[in-house]
Every structure is written in structure tokens, then in C-alpha cells.
């Protein structure tokens, strides 16, 4: 976990690189809980793995407890307080205790109480897991008496009976709640009146109510921090898988997820939380699962993943900056499984290796993506999804920052606003400061619905989804670029290039020379074509995935009357709208196509970049800093094989084919002191000349990180300019 500026009782999350989390269900009752966790089983583990914490169970979704809590909610079968022999054999090793605990989501909580459940819209009660048959949860609603009268007692019991050092919470993640204590929360905070079977009908009401539960969710987490921290002040606190705008990041000591594992996910997904969460000021770390366990897959039993693909979880989120949990399953007794607990050691030996570059190290903050809408769902939404998984195909290293991270001083040069469906005005000025002193935004569909960033594109909103497909004829390639969404048609707002009195700059008594007098107009960057034969009513007839359906015309295009893009200087930076849901479509689709005009769009915008290579765009590249040192991850994200059988659950990823070599080229204005990689430290093929270093990395298995020492790289506002 790497956040610099952490200080004192934080500082072990600082300095651990790998963590454990034992994931043994309480679920089950017809099996005895807990009787093969044993003293020889555990603490050679713990000694040899070297963690800085694991974490234990307490509190699973169903209610039942780990250890005899009063409030009767022990396991059926307990075997022995689980919580006490790891705080006996975690003293003996020197491994610090984490105890996981289901917050919002608690079945026996539920049952004994139903007036504390969360409810659907329609008033119906919130269930879940009730496909196992064996036990089930519901969600419970933070504004009922669940903290007081059951989690108050749990959490009292759990601190003051074994000292842990941490409570990971999951199971915070069922809401919205809409039972009527929320509904009368969200009708005082909003003003909304009427009928409630008329409001949740309203196109508005759902981003509207998801603005009060995260502040009721948030008040939640508050309220259960400040509980642990009253009984035992250095016990730290975090949930996983939850909001990571910045307006909530009150109550935690550090940042957590394990949603990104089980099966075989997207790396991606866990490269972009760890990209989001290093904006935040605190430690983070995901948990990677030794485990194939796929949701989705109840028919497939679950078999341990290859030490291959661990590897390349671990490195994932290792070079974006997070922590490694390893997150193995026991077995149904308790015990750790010693072929598992290998490839953790394994694991673990990976990362030892690599420490040096992975520890204490912070984001360059080249890229950044804006996640602008006080409504963004927890991991991002398609927009910024989609945005992520494109920037980082294109070696753009990007981190995610909500509207709080817009500033006069912020460093990033190049900023992506994905299809956001708010973006308040005060941050489109912030935004159009950046751009005046020669920051390059790219924008795309719903964004345009802010009338302020429409100002600032000198353009006028004239229908939505005026069609409903289009292309792009691209201006480096013969192929060209279809887009199967709806287009907004805009038209270039001329009276937009009108001479303006000049300005200063806030934070300057003078006036600010990047600010010219005039401001040019608007132009069309790519026009928009139709397909061919797009509004023959007959085509509602064919499958949209008809062979000859929706393609372009080539050897007669069609135009659509309006941009497809469009874009605007702005003192010396440049804004570029794409008028359609371009990253949703690639987060959805991966469509290379889409990639091609997304690389042409970014090269037009920065010609001279700080970074590129010829990496395929499946190696991920993180540019991090520690020092003077400038850090160039890569991280071969290549699943080895191909894995799009659709209609089978042949999802493996086993062996991963090592690459090379792979050239990248860094603008550099000095030369650099040395260039190395790592582990090892063999110097690297290096030139440096004429302010750019070109260096060549022969051979990248999983992971090779080139230390670039004594960098003085163009760092700071607007890296990517020319020196």
C-alpha cells in the first residue's frame, strides 16, 4: 500500500506488500466450523508468508458468528472460537489480526427483526443468497435499530474480547434501501413531493435517490468507525467494495476490494480501482483469489487458478500501487490447504523480489479520468469503465479522480470526462482553465448535456440520439470506425470565436498569457455517416447482427449532416467532444476499431506524449515515481489463450506466453543518471538524445518495472508538453 504521506499507527499498511485473507464461510451449519485449524496447520504458514496482516472470519452474510456472541449467533457446529486461536497463533508469529465482518447484510439479523430489512422499491424485502438453500441474508437498513442493538453488541464483543488490530467490512453493498425511513429521508432532502408509486417512476428518480444513499451509507460508516475507534482507538477500519468518491473517504485507514478475482475478471478492473483509490490519500490493496469461483457459474465447480494467473493479479494490482491480498478458501473444516498456501509462498516470493518498486511509490499523474456525477455507481459505471479499459490499451497509465481532484494546480495533462450525466458548472469553469492553459479534455456523450461544457465547446445541442449508428472515416487507416449507438447531432456555435476582453489569471495580478484575445470557433474534427440503407423500415426485420447490416457505404458515404466529433482551441490547450457513448461501447464491446479512433483523437491531441511504446495494447504500463526515480511498469495482462467460447465455461487461463522485446520512448530533458530493471537491476538498452530516452525492454514474462534514476522527467502541470 502506497500513500507517502500516511504517518504513525498507519504506517504497517505502508510497509507490507502482501496480506492473507482466509475466506471460510460461516454459511455452512452442517459441517463442523473451524476443528482442523490448527497450530501446526497455521503458524508455518504465518512465519513463512511474512504478511502484514490476515484477515479472519467473524461475520458472514448469514449471521452466523465465528465465536459464541450473546446475541446467539454463534455457528451451529463451532468447533473453537475461531477469533481467539488466530489472535493466539498471530501474536506467536507476529502477523497482525484482521477480523472480516458482514456489515448491512446480515440474515439472522433480519429474521428476528423484519422491520429492520432494506426493501425494493415496491416495498418488498431485500433478499439475498437464497439460491443456496441453506441459509439466507437480507440486507438491513442503516436508519433502523441493526447498529445499535446488534452490531454495537457484536463489534463491543469482537474488540474488547480479542484485540484485533483491523475489521474489514463486506456486505455494505446491498442497498438502496427504499423502506420508509429512507423514502422520508430522501423526500426531505430533495424537496420531491407526491405519490411514491409516481415518483420512483420520474426519468430523474434514480441518480436523484442514489445522492441520498450514499450519504446515508456514508453516515453509516461513519457511525461504525467511530465505534471502533472509541473502544480501541488504533483498530483500523475499512469496507470493501464501495464508493470511492472522494466526499466519502472519512472513515476509512485504508482502501479495499475483492470483487475483481474470483473468476477469471478483466484485470483491468482491478488496475482501475487501484488507480481511483490511489487518488484518495490513503493505503490501499485488493484481494486476488487462488480460487476459480465464478457467481454466474453455480454448475462449475470451483478449482484453484494457475500460479501464472496469480501472479498476474498480484502484479496488477502491485504495479498500480495496492497491496496483494491472497485470498485462498480452506477446507470445509478450517484448514489451510497446503498446495494453496505453496503458490502463496510462491506468490509471496514474487513480490519480495520486487518490493523496491512496488512499496512506497506514487502515481506520475499523466492521465486522468473525471468521474463528475455525484450518482457514479461504485465501480465507475460503462462511461468510466469503458474509459479506463481504452487508456490503459493505449498506455496512458490513467487514474480516476472525481470532480474534488479539478484544481488550478492539478498535474494531469491530458483529462477524459466519459460520458457523465452531471457535471456541475463550477467544475466546467475549473475545467475550461485547464484547457486555456494547455490541458487537453476529451469528452463524450451524455457529458454534453451540461450546458457549461457546451459553452466551452462552442457548440449547440440539437437533438439526442438524432441516429441510432454512424461511422467514422478515419484519418490514419483505411478502415473505418462503426459506432452501434445513438448520435447527439450538434452544430458549431460560430458567434463563439467573437473577440473577449482578456483575463487574469486568479492566482496572478497580471494578466495570464495563455489566454489569447480571441478564442477560435468550434470546428468538426471527423463528420458522422450513416450505415447504408440505415431507414428502410424493413431493417427492424434483421438481427442486428445481420452480416450486411449497418456497414458504411465506402465507395459512397453517406454523410449524416452533423460531427461525429468535434473540438475547440482554448488559449493553448484543446477540448474534443465525441458525440456518442463511445467508452460504454468499448467497455462493452473491446471493439479494436473503436480503439484505432480513440489513439488517432489522443495522438492528434498530444502529438509529443511523455510516454508511448510499441507494447500490445494487452501489456498494462503504470508510470509511478519514488524519489527521484521514475518507475515504467508493465504488466503482461495476455490470458495465453483464447477464452472467448462463448457458450462453455472453459474460462481457463493458464500458461502466459512471454513477449519481446518491447521499445518505449520517454521524453526526458537531461539525461538520465541510469536505467535499469527490476528485480535484478541489469542495466538496460538504453539512448538517450535530443530529450528522449529510448529504451528496450528484451523480455517481459509477467511483470519487469524499468527504474529510470535521476529522472528529471516533465513532470507537473501539463507533463506532456514540449520542454
Not at 317 to 335: E, H, K, L, R
Not at 591 to 605: A, G, V
Request: hydrophobic share 35%; net charge negative.
Amino acid at each position: 500500500m502506497n500513500t507517502p504521506s500516511t504517518e504513525g499507527k498507519r504506517n504497517w499498511l505502508n510497509d507490507s506488500i502482501m496480506n492473507l485473507l482466509v475466506d471460510y464461510y460461516t454459511e455452512v451449519q452442517f459441517r463442523p466450523y473451524g476443528s482442523a485449524a490448527t497450530r501446526e496447520n497455521v503458524l508455518p504458514v504465518l512465519r513463512e508468508l511474512d504478511l502484514g496482516y490476515i484477515c479472519i472470519y467473524a461475520k458472514g452474510h448469514s449471521g452466523y458468528t465465528s465465536w459464541p456472541s450473546s446475541l446467539n449467533t454463534r455457528h451451529t457446529i463451532l468447533a473453537q472460537d475461531m477469533p481467539k486461536f488466530f489472535r493466539e497463533v498471530t501474536r506467536e508469529a507476529g502477523t497482525l489480526l484482521v477480523l472480516y465482518y458482514s456489515g448491512l447484510l446480515d440474515g439472522i439479523a433480519g429474521v428476528r427483526h423484519p422491520d429492520w430489512r432494506m426493501q425494493h422499491p415496491d416495498g418488498s424485502p431485500k433478499e439475498f443468497f437464497s439460491d443456496f438453500k441453506v441459509f439466507i441474508s437480507y440486507g438491513n437498513c442503516p436508519l433502523s435499530g441493526y447498529f445499535d442493538e446488534w452490531v454495537a453488541v457484536q463489534l463491543r464483543e469482537l474488540i474488547e474480547s480479542y484485540d484485533p488490530d483491523g475489521i474489514w467490512v463486506d456486505g455494505d453493498w446491498p442497498g438502496p434501501c427504499y423502506c420508509p425511513r429512507c423514502r422520508e429521508r430522501f423526500r426531505n432532502e430533495s424537496g420531491w413531493t407526491g405519490p411514491w408509486d409516481e415518483i420512483r417512476t420520474r426519468p430523474e428518480f434514480t441518480s436523484a435517490y442514489q445522492k441520498t444513499w450514499n450519504r446515508i451509507e456514508h453516515e453509516w460508516r461513519m457511525r461504525f468507525r467511530d465505534f471502533i475507534k472509541s473502544l480501541k482507538p488504533d483498530c483500523l477500519y475499512s469496507a470493501g467494495n464501495v464508493s470511492p468518491r472522494r466526499e466519502f473517504v472519512g472513515p476509512f485507514d485504508w482502501r479495499s476490494g475483492d470483487f475483481f478475482s474470483p473468476g477469471f475478471f478483466n484485470l483491468h478492473d482491478a488496475a482501475r480501482m487501484m488507480r481511483w483509490y490511489g487518488t484518495l490519500g490513503v493505503p490501499y490493496d485488493a484481494y486476488v483469489c487462488d480460487t476459480s469461483f465464478t457467481h454466474a457459474r453455480k454448475h462449475v465447480a470451483s478449482r484453484s487458478k494457475t500460479l501464472d494467473r496469480m501472479l498476474q493479479e498480484a502484479a496488477t494490482v502491485a504495479a498500480t500501487g495496492g497491496a496483494v491480498g491472497y485470498w485462498t478458501y480452506p477446507t470445509a473444516d478450517g484448514a489451510l490447504v497446503p498446495s494453496r498456501m505453496r503458490k502463496a509462498t510462491a506468490v509471496r516470493r514474487f513480490l519480495a523480489d520486487r518490493e523496491d518498486v512496488f512499496l512506497h511509490s506514487e502515481s506520475l499523474r499523466w492521465t486522468a479520468i473525471l468521474a463528475s456525477d455525484p450518482a457514479t455507481p461504485t465501480f465507475g459505471g460503462p462511461g468510466v469503465e469503458g474509459a479506463h479499459k481504452a487508456l490503459a490499451a493505449l498506455h496512458r497509465s490513467p487514474d480516476v479522480i472525481d470532480e474534488t481532484g479539478v484544481s488550478d494546480d492539478m498535474p494531469w495533462d491530458l483529462l477524459v470526462l466519459p460520458e457523465q450525466a452531471f457535471v456541475d458548472a463550477a467544475t466546467v469553469r475549473q475545467l475550461a482553465r485547464f484547457v486555456e492553459r494547455g490541458g487537453k479534455l476529451l469528452s463524450s456523450g451524455a457529458s454534453i448535456n451540461s450546458p457549461e461544457l457546451r459553452d466551452l465547446l462552442g457548440v449547440r445541442l440539437v437533438h439526442t440520439a438524432a441516429v441510432s449508428d454512424g461511422h467514422v472515416i478515419l484519418k490514419t487507416h483505411d478502415e473505418p470506425t462503426g459506432i452501434d449507438s445513438p448520435w447527439d447531432r450538434l452544430e458549431l456555435d460560430v458567434c463563439r470565436g467573437r473577440r473577449r476582453p482578456r483575463r487574469s489569471h486568479p492566482s496572478s495580478s497580471r494578466e495570464s498569457p495563455a489566454l489569447p484575445g480571441t478564442s477560435p470557433p468550434a470546428v468538426e474534427l471527423y463528420p458522422l455517416y450513416l450505415s447504408w440503407d440505415q431507414f428502410n423500415p424493413e431493417c427492424h426485420n434483421l438481427p442486428n447482427n445481420w452480416p450486411m447490416h449497418g456497414q458504411l457505404d465506402e465507395q459512397r458515404p453517406q454523410p449524416a449532416g452533423f460531427p461525429a466529433a468535434v473540438g475547440r482551441r482554448l488559449g493553448t490547450g484543446i477540448a474534443i467532444h465525441v458525440c456518442t457513448d463511445v467508452f460504454g461501447c468499448y467497455r462493452m464491446l473491446g471493439d479494436p476499431q473503436m480503439l484505432r479512433w480513440l489513439r488517432e483523437i489522443i495522438d492528434f491531441m498530444q502529438p509529443e506524449p511523455l510516454f508511448r511504446t510499441d507494447a500490445p495494447s494487452w501489456v498494462d504500463v503504470s508510470l509511478r515515481r519514488r524519489g527521484g526515480s521514475l518507475l515504467v511498469h508493465f504488466v503482461n495482462q495476455n490470458p495465453g489463450r483464447d477464452i472467448s467460447r462463448l457458450t462453455t465455461d472453459d474460462t481457463w487461463v493458464d500458461e502466459i506466453p512471454a513477449i519481446g522485446p518491447i521499445t518505449s520512448w520517454i521524453r526526458l530533458p537531461r539525461r538520465p543518471a541510469a536505467v535499469t530493471w527490476q528485480p535484478g537491476g541489469a542495466p538496460a538498452d538504453a539512448e538517450w538524445n535530443d530529450g528522449v530516452l529510448r529504451v528496450v525492454l528484451p523480455r517481459l514474462e509477467i511483470h519487469m518495472c524499468g527504474v529510470v534514476e535521476g529522472a528529471d522527467y516533465c513532470h507537473g502541470p501539463f507533463a506532456g508538453q514540449r520542454p
